[in-house]
């Protein structure tokens, strides 16, 4: 094996894997704080509302607060940020106790809502 | 779901791809939609514990669940999601967390094996969250009427049927408008029967 072969089979960056295990980020922390739920296809959104200033956010909750300045359903927010879906679930419910993310819809059980149905249908056959 | 457009939010609505493994759950939602990938690592719950052996790892409090989604947005603003439910048993505890807020689910079956999707039928049963049945026809698998099937898979009368090929889009298409318009047709039953 030459040199270069064995600089080459070492890992870096982000294929070497997480530095960190996934809940570090949010201190332990596995359920959301406040009255918020997020479900997976639940729109979120970025509110004007300023930062406290007792509130310490990291970098994640940053890619967070930015990823959604446009309204954005929790599942695509969870595959762009790359970060575990209770780990963002927890991280938006921090911003949510602040009034920094709001929940824009949720999801019912049972669907009944004709017109979402229909636009689902309508949708499928124009394909 | 409430629709909220004022915002410019999207409306988003999911359907669950349900089956046993290697029936092509995968397949079909790549066949319509762009795949994309979602990671869970999950606090492990009381129903995942115990199916897990933590036995000398005890400090493991969230089992990883690597799993895809499709995505399909339609210019009116619909974005609908297509969710496989993870085949494995100890993953069950996620079905719940995919079964909210769904508005129905596909379950895939291979004649050749069609025991494997037993679990997802009595699942969705229970739940009372509407289901059909999408038989992926692999070449050189015996072909059976929708009646055979119904009788093998002890099916209601109402359960649709429907033969398809996971690799051809007009055929996953035509399943997904299927159950969609059996949905939306339970809906009705279900006001008549309340009015009446």
């Not at chain 1, 600089?7 to 997480?18: I, S, T, V």
């Not at chain 1, 997020?38 to 509302?49: K, Q, R």
């Not at chain 1, 930015?66 to 963002?88: A, F, W």
């Not at chain 2, 933590?54 to 603003?77: E, H, L, N, Q, Y």
Request: hydrophobic content about 40%; glycine content about 8%.
């Amino acid at each position: 094996m030459t040199g270069h072969d064995s600089y080459r089979d070492r890992w870096f960056d982000r294929e070497a894997g997480p530095v960190v295990r996934p809940y570090a980020v949010t201190k332990g922390r596995t359920l959301p704080s406040g009255e918020a739920s997020f479900g997976l296809i639940d729109v979120v959104i970025a509110t004007s509302e300023r930062q406290p200033e007792f509130l310490r956010l990291g970098p994640e909750h940053r890619r967070i607060l930015s990823l959604c300045r446009r309204p954005t359903p929790v599942v695509d927010l969870t595959s762009d940020i790359d970060l575990p879906l209770g780990v963002v679930r927890v991280l938006l419910g921090d911003l949510a106790s602040e009034g920094m993310v709001r929940v824009l819809s949720t999801q019912k059980q049972p669907v009944t809502d004709e017109r979402l149905l229909r636009m689902v249908l309508d949708g499928l056959e124009s394909l | 779901m409430d629709l909220n457009h004022s915002d410019g939010a999207p409306s988003t609505a999911k359907i669950l791809i349900s089956g046993g493994f290697g029936v092509g759950k995968t397949t079909l939602v790549g066949t319509i939609s762009e795949i994309r990938p979602l990671r869970t690592e999950e606090p492990m719950s009381d129903r995942s514990v115990g199916i897990d052996d933590t036995r000398g790892v005890r400090a493991k409090t969230t089992t990883t669940v690597a799993m895809d989604f499709g995505r399909i947005s339609f210019p009116s603003g619909l974005v609908l999601y297509l969710f496989g439910t993870p085949g494995q048993e100890r993953f069950w505890f996620m079905w719940d967390e995919l079964s909210i807020g769904a508005i129905g689910a596909v379950v895939l079956a291979d004649t050749r094996r069609a025991a494997d999707c037993f679990a997802a039928i009595d699942y969705f049963e229970r739940s009372g969250m509407p289901f059909i049945i999408a038989v992926n026809c692999f070449d050189g698998a015996p072909r059976f009427e929708p009646d055979d099937i119904r009788i093998a898979l002890s099916l209601g009368p109402e359960v649709p049927i429907v033969l398809c090929d996971a690799r051809q889009r007009d055929s996953v298409k035509q399943v997904l408008v299927s159950l969609v318009r059996y949905v939306m047709s339970g809906n009705r039953r279900r006001n008549q029967i309340s009015m009446a």
